[in-house]
């Protein structure tokens, strides 16, 4: 299991947007994928459950990646928050 | 019988007349609860409507295409991706194989858990998906039980009317049999009426409820421009009514037509006409209405919805594909004018007590010089080695501001000739003529840019010492024309004495009440909204 905390800086955070490409993303790995954001836990694979976090701009999130590839999918998935979902 | 008449507002404008159709709301969907046994061949069923209902989006979008912005379609594929979602099927299974209820019962309540999650969250933004989960489960469902309200199967022109239509069913109206739509609710800017101004369908909204009762069929006229929609009119009206229709088409058909040429005077004296735009869609238009080019690419309006930064790759794809497309004529595109009342997605601007004076267009380009103009000057440094592009800059208020941003577009090209080693020649770079000081006085401007063009709604509301944004103080612009005339005569006499040209690109510029003075003072040409230029052309083809 590997993880990462990190700010999501995007102005209007996890939104239609964000959180379609971060589920894509995480969806072409096989490692399972968490979002923890304050006491709740989001199927990172899973658009409308990254959106249900409520998370805001500028607040904290932990990325979990647990499987094969754990390692190269957090490193894509901590890439596309910090560059704030640029580029892809 | 006698005309009955409702009152409304117009969310898109037009003259209709057509036969009314009357759309009820929906009847309420009904899920059984019954229990399964067989898991497996329920849920197959469920995930061939989940299949079904991804291709009916895909319809959508597909009948979307070219009506809508890129930006506008992605919202398709954010219901796809919703309808796939793995969250959803997974939670869905467990529920079925829990409570053995059957795939649609068990669909709907993770579904509506969904949405309630998101409402709870107290988000507009994710309230409003929240709607549109609810919409997509009531899409599969009705799909899966066979209870599909159908509105697409009638086969002759009609005008809609019913309490509140969804984006949903108006994409699965067939175009050519929709005339018009009457709604009881409905707002100005809500999707429903930016998919029915783009499709150029009249929607009056805000109805009184009782229009309801009118029985359906009833022949109609819709002339949302005047605001009214009249039931059973008289034998009179409508033959008048037929003749005004007819009339505006030939005309109107007429006018497009001639527009395509240049226009000339009788006489034969010219100037270009050229189109205001904001985005690619408005480029097609202005083609289509016979604009010899783009006289001013408002670029900030197209990157108002962006909500990251812009690159240089942002900007120069955006512009290539609008060059590529209307090509072989001379475009003027504009530096970014955002500002506090034209705010950023991607960036928190300080609030101003006066935003239309305050940091703004360049002075916010250049306190966010990285981020905001370099990306664009280098993409159009770039580009106008294969066009033929003018640069405009906006707000300049001081020979010092039109210095500066000429220095920085001149650091670009030295950036380009020292670390990327590639030779660049420096296209036209304009000024906007918006702020008094640059009208008053010509001579001191004149020899620091290529072209001057004239923003007449900023100017004057700067003239009048009135907010062009208060409706209220509307009656200040006309008062305004005969000091802007002046203005705009002794700025183009002197531009033009050292071979400099002078445009106009505000509302003022299609005034046709001006359309002649414009051509005596030697403007070189008029931008305006792509939908006005036919009607310029044909004043200037009526003058001597």
Sequence with gaps: ?88 | MSDLEYHGRSASSGLVMAPLRKIYPAKALYIPDHLISDVEADFMRFKEAVDKARLRVDSWKDSMRGKLEESELALYEAYDQMLQDPELMKQTKEFIQKTKKNSFFAFQRVSEQYALSLLALDDPYLSARADDIRMLAELVIRIGLGQEHSIEDWNEQAILLAHHLSTQQLSTIKQENLAGIVLVEGGLTDHTAILAKAMGIPLLIGVDDNVMKIADGSFSILDSESNRFIINPSKELIQLTRAQIKEKRIHWEEVKNQAQAKAYTKSGRTLAIEANVGSLLEVEHAKENGAEGIGLFRTELAFLQQQKPLSEEDHFALYESMLSSFSGVTHTIRLLDFGSDKPLGFMELPKEENPSMGIRALRLGIRNYESLLKPQIRALLRLSQHYSIRILCPMIASTKDCIEIKQLIKNELEDFRYQDRIELAMPPVGIMVEIPNVAIRPYEFIELADFFSFGTNDLAQFLMAADRLNGQLSVYFEDAKPTLIELIENFSRQAKAVGKSVSICGEFAADTNYTEKFIDMGVSALSMAPVQIPIVKKKISELC
Excluded: C, W
Excluded at chain 1, 31 to 54: I, P, T
């Design chain 1, 1 to 88: 299991m590997t993880q990462n905390t990190l700010i999501l800086n995007d102005p209007i955070g996890f939104h239609a947007r964000t959180a379609s490409l971060f589920a894509k993303t995480a969806s072409s790995f096989e490692a399972e994928v968490l979002v923890y954001f304050n006491d709740k836990k989001a199927n990172g694979k899973s658009m409308l459950s990254l959106m249900s976090l409520g998370v805001k701009s500028k607040q904290e999130i932990r990325i979990e990646t647990n499987g094969v590839d754990e390692a190269t999918a957090l490193d894509r998935l901590s890439n596309l928050v910090t560059s704030n979902f640029n580029d892809y």
